[in-house]
């Protein structure tokens, strides 16, 4: 059991008040009126209130003596951390030439009365290319091909797209010239209505391009207007990066896409005969790119170095985000003629007297140099460069932000900020994500005594999980599996932080970004055994929709339980606040029918519960697939909730 925290002294307002009225009649007998209305009472009052910050403030020592402790430990809150988005640029009109979004380029949301905007600015330069058609084929199986490009350059040509009578894995493909990595691509496709069979609004087609050793990845179609090749249309294709070149059926292009016939789904019609090309004409409408909440500070004088050692300086922004190779400081001589770069580090205890070395503490927004320490022999021994005094110290650039509010809806990103030529708008196809609030205390407290424990060293489960959580404040569970195959991979699965834990989780909601599973991984691979290496992976979920029947108390309000029940089931199959203690469906614990029905009876309102069935699907978004009364997970499982389906019935 935990020493309890004594409280230094616990009397509130009144009792103060009170003890000061009981002492009147010894110090002051001829004080007898001890009414509100008395100006001696609204005196006593005044300083019974002045007295009670005072041991407000007393009762804070040991919480202040904690956090103190916590520093010299070494454990500091972790900052916000920064959204990701990827923003689409459309362009005004076809264009013949190159046209270039810059890196930096600010979007943000729109302003309200009541909401800022949220900015995020791009990564890196975004080239919208200028595509060429230069060679189609078409193909029955993927491995012999033939060339229709002789058909498109005839003024009366046309083709047929696939077989005759068309089956899966028919493919039509178009080798294009250009660098079209990240660009939006149309195709203008003039058809003949002889694709007979399919339905125009849900064709059994697919669009993909090729990645070189990664083969064909399927590309998002933003628009298609031609009906599963039926009508003269266009086709809007967002390609993806990483695009190369190849070479099929003896033909090389710099890029290659291709439209597939997929396998019909349940009652999908299929194709009875052939699509007919008659046309078909490129041009790019734009690209996509991604990009961070952040607003970009650059050249930023932080002051003049005194030439003492551990200065601090404090920049304009806080919190900040962490830094890109380039994002470093400057130290410029005091006539201005000599200019040094220095290197951040996280502490100083390597750094030599000659290191130009610097740390940051990105809550604060505080810039650092080398403390100077006394060892026991008296001598000052210097951890770090000093900066010349006289020296100006500048940044040359850094980016602030961050924070769960940049968890943007998609299509809420609009607004751009700098005009740029033959760009007509922007918005963000998807959700932003991976935002998250700076860490508060109470997690840094909770994670302290295993931080002690393991001593900067991974070797437990406990420990991997612990120093996952304790490598961003991203996520908000891990669960350690153990070394997986030969031995040597400790596979950690986690679960991210998520603004406002919402009671409907998507699979989007809950796959951590890439970027944040590599910063886990070197985290973790910093501080595990040179046996060992960590990989970080999103937990399994399983979705579960559950079709209950209750019949409510008779005189209840059969709407108000049916919500109630359903609040309740809700809250249950949470991965972040459900399971039975509340904080977090367990990893790989299964769920059976039986335990929701003292959890639906205990609905304020339930008379009694009649069935319960669990339906489960492997996301939000899809159709169940298969019932029951129990559902099994595997060991890194989590449960979450589908829509569920109550019906009340009106007791007698």
Excluded at 372 to 392: H, M, N, V, Y
Excluded at 468 to 484: D, E, N, Y
Aim: net charge negative; hydrophobic share 35%.
């Amino acid at each position: 059991m935990a020493l309890p925290t004594p409280n230094l002294d616990d009397r509130s307002f009144q009792s103060i008040v009170d003890e000061a009225k009981s002492l009147i009649p010894r110090y002051c007998p001829e004080w007898t009126d001890h009414n509100l209305s008395d100006p001696g009472i609204t005196l006593m009052e005044l300083f019974a209130w002045m007295t009670e910050l005072i041991l407000y403030r007393l009762n804070q020592v040991p919480e202040k003596n904690y956090i103190k402790f916590l520093e010299l430990l070494g454990i500091n809150l972790l900052p916000p951390r920064a959204a990701n988005a990827e923003l689409t640029f459309r362009l005004s009109a076809p264009q013949s030439q190159k046209v270039m979004i810059p890196k930096g380029t600010e979007v943000a949301t729109v302003r309200t009365e009541r909401e800022e905007s949220v900015v995020f600015t791009t990564d890196r330069d975004l080239e919208i290319d200028v595509p060429t058609l230069v060679e189609c084929l078409a193909t029955s199986e993927g491995e012999a091909f033939e060339s229709r490009m002789m058909a498109l350059e005839l003024p009366e040509g046309e083709f047929l797209a696939f077989d005759p009578k068309p089956r899966p894995d028919n493919a039509l493909l178009f080798g294009l010239g250009g660098d079209l990595g990240g660009n939006t691509l149309a195709l203008g496709i003039d058809c003949k209505i002889e694709g007979i069979g399919v339905s125009p609004e849900y064709p059994p087609l697919t669009w993909e391009a090729w990645c070189g050793e990664r083969g064909w990845l399927p590309t998002e179609a933003l628009r298609d207007t031609t009906g599963g090749l039926n009508l003269n249309g266009a086709v809007e294709l967002v390609l993806p990066e990483g695009l190369a070149g190849g070479e099929f059926g003896g033909k090389y292009a710099h890029c290659w896409i291709r439209c597939r016939v997929l396998e019909p789904g349940p009652n999908q019609p299929f194709y009875e005969s052939s699509p007919r090309i008659k046309g078909v004409n490129v041009h790019s409408a734009g690209g996509s790119v991604s990009a961070t909440q952040a607003t970009e500070v650059k050249g930023e004088i932080l002051g003049i170095s005194e030439g003492k050692p551990g200065q601090s300086f404090q920049l304009r922004n806080s919190p900040i985000l962490a830094r890109r190779p380039e994002e470093t400081i400057e130290v410029i001589s005091e006539n201005g003629k000599e200019v040094e770069t220095w290197q951040e580090v996280e502490d100083f205890a390597n750094s030599g007297p000659d290191d130009r070395h610097f740390g940051c503490d990105n809550a604060q927004g505080l810039v650092r140099f080398g403390p100077a320490i006394r060892e026991q022999d008296g001598t000052l021994k210097q951890f770090g460069a000093i900066p010349p005094k006289g020296s100006q110290i500048r940044f040359i650039s850094y980016r602030c932000g961050g924070g769960a509010g940049g968890n943007v809806a998609a299509g809420t990103l609009t607004v751009l900020k700098s005009s740029i030529p033959y760009v007509a708008g922007v918005t963000n196809r998807k959700s932003a994500r991976g935002g998250a609030d700076l860490e508060n205390l109470e997690r840094a407290k909770l994670l302290a005594p295993k931080f002690l424990r393991a001593r900067n060293r991974a070797v437990t489960a406990e420990d991997f999980e612990a120093f996952a959580l304790r490598a961003t404040s991203g996520i908000a569970r891990a669960k350690c599996l153990g070394a997986v195959g030969s031995g040597d991979v400790v596979t950690v699965c986690v679960v991210p932080a998520l603004n406002g834990s919402p009671e409907l989780l998507t699979k989007q909601n809950l796959t951590l970004h890439q970027e944040v599973k590599k910063e886990i991984e070197v985290y973790l691979n910093e501080r595990c055994l040179l046996t060992l290496s960590a990989s970080v992976q999103d937990a399994e979920y399983i979705w579960v929709t559950v079709e209950a029947e209750i019949q409510a108390q008779p005189g209840r309000d059969l709407k108000r339980v049916r919500e109630e029940a359903e609040k309740s089931l809700y809250r249950y199959l949470h991965p972040l606040k459900g399971g039975p203690s509340g904080d977090g469906w367990p990893f790989g614990r299964g769920l059976t029918s039986f335990e929701l029905y003292p959890l639906l009876q205990r609905v304020e309102g339930v008379g009694s519960v009649s069935k319960i069935i669990l339906w489960t699907h492997s996301d939000l978004e899809e159709k169940p697939s298969d019932k029951g009364d129990r559902v099994e997970l595997p060991k890194a499982g989590l449960i979450c909730s589908g829509h569920h389906r109550v019906t009340v019935i009106q007791g007698i």
